[in-house]
């Protein structure tokens, strides 16, 4: 990473379907090789799944399973004198949404479903109702969070 400059931000377009900047950072990030239509697919194909399930349409669904899944404070490691301190500290809305996007694919792609438009559905209704592999994984953050406030004093 380069100390002279920060990294330009690349403006997202929304996606063509919904018109929704997060449908088009999940399906990025879903990708596998650059086949983005593939990506697309398996998640309108999720989103299409879910709809009506619930009582909301897919997209409702999902941008709900996005925002419960977004952590608040996570760890970073902090160097003093000769030992690593695991120190909390604030996530910003950015990195908390790609780390529910990231955290949502990993849970999606372990569940034991035969496609991955089912396991996509299953874990965006899964995380909308507060459960899930998903959401355990904010858990366990904000719970290691709580468990070394201790080292709090050492953000600077």
């Given at each position: 990473m380069s100390r002279r400059h920060s990294a330009i931000k690349r403006e997202v377009h929304p996606d063509p379907k919904f018109g929704n900047v997060v449908v088009t950072k999940f399906a990025n990030s879903l990708m596998y090789e650059g086949r983005k239509s593939v990506a697309e697919r398996l998640l309108y194909g999720a989103l299409e799944q879910i709809d009506g399930k619930g009582g909301n349409s897919g997209l409702d669904i999902f941008l709900r399973a996005v925002d419960i899944v977004q952590p608040n404070v996570e760890i970073r490691s902090r160097r003093v004198g000769g030992a690593t301190?695991?120190?909390p500290t604030e996530v910003r809305p950015e990195r908390a949404r790609a780390?529910?996007?990231r955290w949502l694919i990993a849970a999606a792609r372990k569940r034991p479903e035969h496609t991955m438009v089912a396991r996509l559905a299953g874990?965006?209704?899964d995380a909308s109702n507060e459960k899930g592999e998903a959401v355990k994984k904010r858990e366990t953050t904000h719970k290691m969070a709580e468990?070394?406030?201790v080292f709090a004093h050492y953000k600077w």
């Open positions: 301190y695991p120190i780390l529910s996007i874990e965006f209704l468990a070394n406030r």
